[in-house]
């Protein structure tokens, strides 16, 4: 087996424009391989933390000290460690910091060392990373889902949703999703052209969210999958992101477009109300990260009829997931390795998820770049389902691309539909 000879870090650029971390790991057979940690807006609380310098140079977001912390504390640990496998260096690395949020060497030094070194091992096997993640165990093409409209964090909090997206249960490929996904974004931009409400885009690609109610882009998306010619719920289905640790506040959740306050039990009520209105497959986050007993009476009320996401509430921690199953608390779990901190509690949060019998979904974060390790992922760990952002730009497209090219390798067969998702409602 190789050993790594060489561990050397640089300062690049995601897609906010804002510094991150990108580790390069060289074996001494010649492989390289190389990981670019992400960065999200809106973050749970317990999850990785990333090391960024502080004070006012670029905002305080710069990774000078990241850098320093690859080339003085993690290189000489990695030096001649042998990768037998490709998680073998996670090892090392949670010796060097084994804290839950990573405050020791920070979140972004971790899992952008974590996705160099399986890089670097599958380089030096010849295989796709995929390949080398899933050994002979069932690999799967995810099934796509993906932003329409952007808003809360990622679009200036100009709705209170985080995400409004959608997913092609109909297609039987993650080609066809994407051609049925991007009908369904001209669409939604053909009817805001029509408005006058066309004003760029959000952090993840989607239109930017020019509403007057939260419920007015609900609407908005549910026409515009019916203007690309698709049958709600059946064909396309909506997926919802609510992130609603952001709308958290000490007496329940503020709707500041609204401008109203409610409490835990309406919450469930209003989300409850739109399941009920709308063909939704999916919701994320639906209470906040601390309000476990909310986030129990939501599963308990509508569990059966969607898929129910724990994202900040459960920040891809096995532990968080194996507690929150046993409470009667979601049904899903998002993995984002970053939140982890490391590929290897990432893939220990997915199967305690599996092993409850939740679905799951790997994911990007806001703030991305072109490194598609998220793709082999989903892939190599057979997740069924993938959420990187809109079909916009180009770190989103370099994940659904990688998905083409790895589909056309396998066959539409390896194709995870989305058939077996229920949906909250029809419309007749």
Not at 37 to 45: L, W
């Amino acid at each position: 087996m190789a050993r790594i000879a060489r561990t050397i870090a640089r300062r690049v650029w995601d897609s906010r424009g804002r510094p991150t971390l990108e580790v390069e790991v060289a074996l001494d057979d010649g492989a390289i391989g190389r990981g670019i940690a992400p960065a999200g807006a809106s973050r749970g609380a317990r999850e990785a933390v990333d090391a960024r310098d502080g004070g006012k140079r670029l905002g305080g977001f710069d990774v000078r000290g990241a850098v320093d912390t690859v080339l003085m504390r993690v290189a000489p640990r990695l030096a001649a460690v042998e990768l037998d496998t490709p998680l073998a260096a996670d090892r090392v690395l949670l010796e060097l910091d084994d804290s839950p949020t990573k405050s020791g060497i920070g979140g972004n030094v971790s899992v952008a060392t974590s996705i160099a070194c399986a890089q670097a091992f599958a380089v030096s096997a010849g295989l796709p990373l995929w390949r080398a993640l899933s050994g002979d165990a069932p690999v799967s093409v995810p099934l796509p889902e993906i932003q329409i409209f952007g808003g809360g964090a990622h679009a200036g909090r100009r709705i209170d949703i985080q995400d409004l997206m959608v997913i092609a249960r109909s297609a039987q490929s993650v080609e066809q999703a994407l051609e049925m996904t991007a009908e369904v974004y001209l669409a939604a931009g053909r009817l805001m052209a029509e408005r006058g409400a066309l004003a760029g885009v959000a952090d993840e690609g989607g239109f930017w969210p020019a509403f007057s109610t939260n419920e007015e882009a609900i609407e908005t998306l549910l026409r515009a999958i019916e203007a690309a010619g698709y049958v709600p719920g059946d064909e396309v289905a909506i997926s919802l992101d609510i992130a609603a640790s952001e709308l958290r506040t000490d007496n329940g959740y503020r709707l500041a477009l609204e401008s109203r306050s409610i409490d835990s039990a309406a919450m469930c009520a209003l989300l409850g109300g739109w399941l009920d209105r709308y063909p939704i497959c999916s919701i994320e986050d639906p209470l906040a990260e601390d309000d476990i007993e909310g986030m129990r009476r939501f599963t308990h009320a509508f569990g059966k009829r969607v898929q129910i996401v724990g994202d900040d509430f459960l920040v891809t921690n096995a532990a968080f997931v194996e507690a929150a199953a046993l409470q009667g608390a979601c049904n899903a779990v998002l993995v984002k390795p970053n939140q982890a901190g490391t590929l290897s509690e990432a893939l220990e949060a997915l199967t305690t998820a599996r092993r409850m019998r939740w679905s799951t979904i790997v994911s990007a974060r806001s703030g991305e770049t072109e490194d598609t390790t998220i793709c082999d992922l989903a892939i190599g760990w057979n997740a069924r389902q993938l959420k990187v952002g809109s079909i916009t730009r180009g770190e989103r497209t370099a994940k659904w691309n990688a998905l083409i090219r790895t589909e056309q390798a396998l066959g539409a067969s390896a194709f995870a539909d989305g058939g077996w998702l229920p949906v909250s409602t029809r419309r007749g």
